[in-house]
């Protein structure tokens, strides 16, 4: 122990200090279903006729990652007694795993949308006006609750113009970000694995001590890819810089900053040590990729992760697991001895226009539900910030390094929500591309910072965005 307080999880589940930035304004309910016509008076005598079957009807839910495909194959959901309760028996979910925003874009302007999706670029389809609001069904909802949900998770489901509640949260929301580490290939580097670095620039010199090479000049085991996993994501850009690349009051960009060019020197820097194409070539290795991959195989020492890492880890590779250790996400020297985090996660989005959009919601109260939630946390490693669940069932030594997360958090001096911006899905492609071009020495970090602000103001002009 270190002396300080640190936070409970009962005290973490009144976490206020992330304050909503979507917009809040009541939408109008749906329109309320056509009133069935009156049953005939059975004649004195008659023997009472049986309650009709409901009729069959098929959800369809797409899903961006594919970590829940084994569940749905296997039909776990349709076994626990809160189905049935919540759903109904008549009610079964067409599952489509491993797909993202292309696919749901396209069932769109096709006029047939899934009823529900999540893991998608929320913020970029809820401009369009596609999304159902459940905030009326949230209202008459006997199982979705406000109160009982973390505020800043809850407000994740507001978007900047979409006047209602897009979804409610479902599968995994909580923290999403936090420096993960193998404490064995750290340690065996010489360095020390309870002394973590907390700038980009201390984290290099791990980085370096920690990168091997055979002689062929091949990488075979490296410290940080910065641009690994939730260090990709361009809200990785603010939780290093504290400078939000998009103002969600003004609709702003704000690429340009120096801050922002700093961060882009910095961890071009790690791919010099590695090489670009050393680093583009084991990542092409069976086993190697992103998002874990490469940190299972323990080739890769240190990842930028949300929560979900110890979980995930512990369940794709347990050995690899005992091993893993986690402290706050790295920042520029600028920001040195400031705590980030950011809040958020996902929803269930409901498209409206689908067949059965009332149906998906019941999708999205069962989720909620306490056997859902064990499930995906202990099968999958996903926590959603709903607080009486949390309080009852989730223990932050779970999985090693999930502590960080718990422990750590009323030390946080700056806070986060993720992804904001309708041109969120569009600029993550546009920011893989331009920072490339930098650590390929196509462009100077200057450069990439000015290209990044280009390609931001040019589509959200194409597309009509107000302004």
């Known amino acids: 122990m270190d002396g300080k307080k640190h936070l409970t999880r009962r005290d973490f589940l009144k976490l206020t200090a ?10 109008c309910a749906p329109g309320a279903p056509t009133a069935a016509p009156a049953a005939k008076q059975a004649e004195p005598g008659a023997p ?25 194959q296997d039909e776990v959901w349709y076994k626990m007694p809160e189905y049935e309760t919540v759903v109904g028996s008549n009610i079964t979910i067409e599952y489509k795993g491993n797909t993202g925003d292309q696919p749901v874009q396209t069932a769109i302007a096709a006029g047939d ?5 999540s893991n998608i670029s929320y913020a970029q389809l809820a401009i369009k006006d596609v999304f159902l609001d459940t905030q009326p069904l949230v209202d008459t909802s006997k199982y979705i609750k406000k109160d009982d949900y973390i505020p800043a998770i809850w407000d994740f489901c507001k978007f900047w113009t979409f006047k209602g509640l897009l979804g409610v949260p479902c599968f995994e929301s909580y923290l999403d970000y936090g420096l993960n580490y193998n404490s064995k290939l750290v340690k065996d580097a010489g360095l020390d694995p309870d002394k973590p670095p907390t700038t980009f620039t201390e984290a290099l010199e791990w980085h370096k001590a920690l990168t091997k090479k055979d002689a062929a000049g091949n990488l075979k085991q490296f410290g940080l890819d910065p641009y690994d996993a939730m260090g990709g994501d361009p809200d990785g850009i603010q ?13 702003k960009f704000n690429f340009n900053d120096p801050k922002i060019v ?5 961890t071009k820097q790690y791919y010099d040590i590695m090489g670009p194409d050393q680093i583009a070539g084991l990542r092409q290795a069976e086993g190697m990729g992103g998002w874990g991959g490469a940190y299972n195989a323990q080739a890769q020492a240190m990842i930028i992760e949300g929560y979900w ?20 996400t790295l920042v520029i020297d600028a920001n040195k001895g400031r705590k980030v985090q950011e809040a958020g996660g996902h929803t269930l989005g409901i498209f409206k226009n689908s067949k059965y959009p009332k149906e998906a919601f019941k999708l999205g109260e069962f989720f909620n539900q306490d056997t859902p939630l064990n ?16 309080e009852k069932y989730v223990k932050p030594d779970a999985y090693p390094g999930l502590d960080f997360y718990f422990n750590k958090v009323n030390e946080t001096t700056d806070w986060f929500q993720l992804r904001r911006c ?7 492609n546009q920011w893989s591309e331009v920072r490339e071009m930098v650590y390929r020495g196509k462009l100077t970090p200057e450069q990439g910072a000015a290209e990044m602000q280009k390609r931001a103001e040019t589509e959200w002009k194409n597309q009509g965005l107000p302004t």
Do not use: C
Not at 18 to 27: C, E, F, M, N
Not at 239 to 251: C, E, F, I, Q, R
Not at 262 to 266: P, S
């Open 262 to 266: 700093d961060y882009i020197a910095v």
């Open 239 to 251: 939780v290093a810089t504290l400078v939000k690349w998009w103002d969600d009051k003004t609709g």
């Open 18 to 27: 992330v304050a909503s930035t979507g917009a809040i304004a009541a939408a």
């Open 309 to 328: 890492h110890p979980g995930e880890t512990t369940v794709q590779a347990p050995d690899v697991a005992k091993l893993n250790k986690a402290s706050w």
């Open 113 to 117: 949308p899934p009823e529900a999706a």
């Open 422 to 428: 309708p041109l969120h899905g569009f600029l993550w």
């Open 375 to 390: 499930t995906l946390f202990k099968e999958v490693g996903w926590i959603v910030g709903k607080k009486s669940w949390m």
């Open 48 to 72: 009472t006729a049986a309650p009709a079957a409901k009729q069959p009807i098929t959800v369809r839910l797409w899903v961006a990652w594919g970590n829940m495909n084994k569940l749905f």
